[in-house]
Each structure stands twice: as structure tokens, then as C-alpha cells.
């Protein structure tokens, strides 16, 4: 019985301190940053990694995404950011089978590339800044290529951060790593 109650308080514990975190990251979001250079992919990332029910993993942090963008507008592209937002939560899924530093790597650097692909494909369909021909397309995936260095080294940040600091939580707070092997 006591060990039941153990992993419950575990598990309770497991999503308080992952949706604390993703809740801190999203405040962050709203900080004065250089362009591009924002926690959204990272707390993607680590929301399908971290958090047990899908529903919840998807939901959460896009309420958090919605929320800041209240305070910071909304634009046109703001479907297209909503969607490569959820796509890098379904690659933190991925993410379940084993949060290596070498798979949190690859699911940080594919998220970085499949955000780069379809914001910048919506900045030359829907705005006009370039024109709607593929060396138009190829001159916006160029002019856009800065802003991509900086959302891979904004999610590399915050994925250290949050990874690092739940690995460390894990390694210092005994129910939440009972907890998270309970899962995996």
C-alpha cells in the first residue's frame, strides 16, 4: 500500500515540476530576445518527452503558446507556428523511448529544421516579400537562414536547461526519479 502511495505522490510530483517548467519557459518567451531565440521548441520538445498523457502534452503547452502570444501578438504565420510547435511536441514523443544526450540532440536539431522549413515556406506564401516562384522560395529559405542559427541555438539552450535541469531534479529528488522509471 505505502508503495502505491509512493508512486502516486511521484507521479503528482513528475507533473507539477514538468508543467512548472514548461510554464516557466513559455514566461520566458515573452522577454525581451534576439529574434527567433525563444524556449518554444525546446518546451515542445521536452512537453512530448516528459509529460505521461498526450492530450495534456499537446494541450498544456500550447495554452502556454497561446497565452504568450497575448502579450506579444499574434501574426498571420501564427497557424503555421502553432502547428511546428505541436509537430516538435510529437518529436518529443520520440523522446520517451530514452532521453539521451544524443537523442535530445537529434529531436532539438530536427525541431529547429522542420520549424525553419515551415515558417519560412508560410513567409513566402502568404506574405509579399518574395515572389511566388521556387527562386523566390529558395531567396526566402537564404534571407531566412540567420533566424534559423538562432532558433537552433535558442532550443539548444532551453533544451539543455530543461533536460538538464529535470535529469537534474531526477538525480536529487527520489519520487521523481522512482516516478519516471515507473514509466519508462
Excluded at 85 to 103: A, D, E, Q, S
Excluded at 108 to 122: K, Y
Aim: hydrophobic share 60%.
Amino acid at each position: 500500500m505505502k508503495e502505491k502511495l509512493f508512486k502516486k505522490d511521484g507521479v503528482l510530483l513528475q507533473i507539477v515540476v514538468s508543467l512548472t517548467m514548461i510554464a516557466l519557459a513559455a514566461a520566458l518567451r515573452v522577454m525581451p530576445h534576439p529574434w527567433n531565440f525563444t524556449p518554444i521548441g525546446a518546451m515542445a520538445l521536452f512537453a512530448g518527452a516528459l509529460v505521461r498523457d498526450r492530450r495534456i502534452a499537446l494541450a498544456f503547452p500550447f495554452l502556454m503558446l497561446v497565452v504568450s502570444d497575448i502579450f506579444i501578438g499574434f501574426n498571420v504565420l501564427e497557424p503555421l507556428v502553432f502547428v511546428s510547435f505541436l509537430v516538435n511536441v510529437f518529436i518529443g514523443f520520440w523522446l520517451r523511448r530514452g532521453r539521451t544526450p544524443v537523442r535530445i540532440g537529434a529531436a532539438t536539431l530536427l525541431g529547429a529544421i522542420q520549424f525553419f522549413l515551415v515558417t519560412n515556406f508560410g513567409v513566402w506564401m502568404f506574405l509579399d516579400t518574395y515572389p511566388k516562384t521556387a527562386a523566390g522560395l529558395l531567396t526566402c529559405y537564404a534571407v531566412g537562414l540567420p533566424l534559423f542559427w538562432n532558433t537552433l541555438a535558442g532550443d539548444v539552450l532551453f533544451a539543455t536547461l530543461l533536460f538538464g535541469g529535470y535529469a537534474l531534479a531526477e538525480r536529487y529528488i527520489l519520487r521523481l526519479r522512482e516516478s519516471t522509471v515507473a514509466v519508462h
